[in-house]
């Protein structure tokens, strides 16, 4: 398929994903693989897209590179101040400011429940400059983080925020950790253990059976739902997932939101039956 073709799905496959996306209102764009069989699942997968808390996912990977390079510590402490407090999602805007969090532990607080604080604390520890540079030594040249959460945007952020990506490049992300090719098999393994214990649920797991696991991120800003993940099946089956959505017309933060509906609708239409 060409790299810049719409979709490779067949009749049926376009028919149900056009009918989610018609009726979230959105505009859907995805990357999809089977791990066993290589076969992969493109529907906009060169769009580019506004990451929200997706751009967490490379941002956890760098860091936990960075750790196995000798160039950072968990165990490293960083102190929570009320100048780094932010709102959105996460917990440190309610804790004690001048407390210590060690570095492994803001990350998990990062991917698990988003917190944008912690986000905050790691990019001051460790750039944003090391981050993107990160993403295009792993072979992604589009991926990037433009600032912190709920700084000021610049022209540069304008546009998408956050943080920008592709589907397609998320997936080839997601490939390499499920392969344990995120520094060593350990680290990689280390680093799904992290986004296994993902709280937000409301997405890609939604309609799945309690015995498929799943090792995702998810992203929300008004406009937008994402969900990236690697779910495995009680047989041991793997698949990557990069969904998003974005452009939705209503402002919804509930888990009735079109986007995360769109979201767990197409999971299960991409996904095998159990």
């Known amino acids: 398929m060409p790299a810049n073709a719409p979709h490779n799905l067949d009749l049926v496959t376009l028919a149900a994903v056009e009918r989610i996306e018609a009726e979230c209102g959105g505009l859907l764009a995805f990357a999809v693989q089977d791990l066993q069989t290589g076969r992969k699942r493109l529907y906009r997968a060169d769009h580019r897209c506004q990451t929200a808390s997706v751009i967490k996912f490379p941002m956890l990977i760098h860091v936990a590179l960075a750790v196995q390079e000798g160039l950072l510590d968990w165990s490293e402490k960083l102190t929570l101040t009320e100048a780094e407090k932010v709102g959105g999602s996460g917990v440190l805007t309610q804790l004690t400011a001048g407390t210590e969090w060690n570095l492994r532990d803001l990350c998990v607080l990062m991917t698990i429940v988003s917190d944008n604080t912690a986000t905050n604390m790691i990019i001051e520890r460790v750039g944003v400059e090391p981050i993107n540079a990160r993403t295009r030594a792993l072979g992604l040249p589009l991926t990037t983080l433009y600032r912190k959460s709920y700084s ?67 992203g929300a800003i008004n406009a937008v739902r994402n969900d990236v993940a690697i779910v495995t099946a009680p047989d041991g089956r793997r698949f990557a997932l990069a969904l998003f959505c974005q452009q939705l017309p209503t402002v919804q933060w509930t888990a009735e939101n079109p986007g995360l509906l769109a979201l767990a609708q197409l999971s299960r239409c991409l996904l095998p039956p159990a």
């Open 152 to 218: 000021p945007d610049t022209d540069a952020s304008r546009e998408y925020g956050l943080g920008m990506t592709t589907p397609a490049e998320i997936l080839d992300l997601l490939v390499l950790l499920a392969e344990g090719k995120i520094g060593s098999p350990a680290l990689s393994q280390e680093i799904l253990n992290i986004m296994e214990a993902q709280n937000y649920r409301d997405s890609i797991p939604r309609y799945l059976p309690e015995d498929w696991k799943y090792a995702g991120k998810t």
